[in-house]
């Protein structure tokens, strides 16, 4: 199943990502100050997807990628593409999974592969 992980950066600032069912990054979002405001935005992308626009661009060496806008504003950007059709692959994918995707947060742990004593 796909997911928004919702993670906190060093600056201490939130973030999240969407991952396809192969655990892919598809796409990651803008710094937000909160938590909450990821969470808004998540509820918001999966309640009025129609609302936002996808913008298609191309990096400097060809790359393609997509940006998530609502209103004008820049929301999210995704991963770099190494051609056109694995973009909208990767935007086809975010359409169809995005109802459902469930929402993790690890914002919370910082360790969250920590090291297990073994027992002797």
């Known amino acids: 199943m796909s997911a928004f992980v919702i993670s906190k950066r060093d600056n201490g600032n939130y973030k999240f990502t969407f991952a396809s069912r192969k655990g892919k990054t598809i796409f990651t979002s803008i710094a937000c100050r ?11 992308i999966q309640g009025e997807l129609d609302s936002f626009t996808f913008r ?16 004008g504003f820049v929301l999210a950007t995704s991963r770099k593409f190494s051609t056109e059709l694995m973009l909208q692959k990767g935007i086809d994918q975010f359409l169809k999974y995005v109802p459902e995707a469930e929402t993790l947060d690890f914002s919370l742990n910082e360790d ?5 004593e073994e027992e002797e």
């Open 34 to 44: 909160e938590k909450t405001d990821c969470e808004k935005i998540i509820e918001t």
């Open 56 to 71: 298609k661009a191309r990096t400097g060496s060809g790359k393609y990628f997509f940006r998530i806008t609502r209103g």
């Open 112 to 116: 969250v592969f920590a090291e297990v």
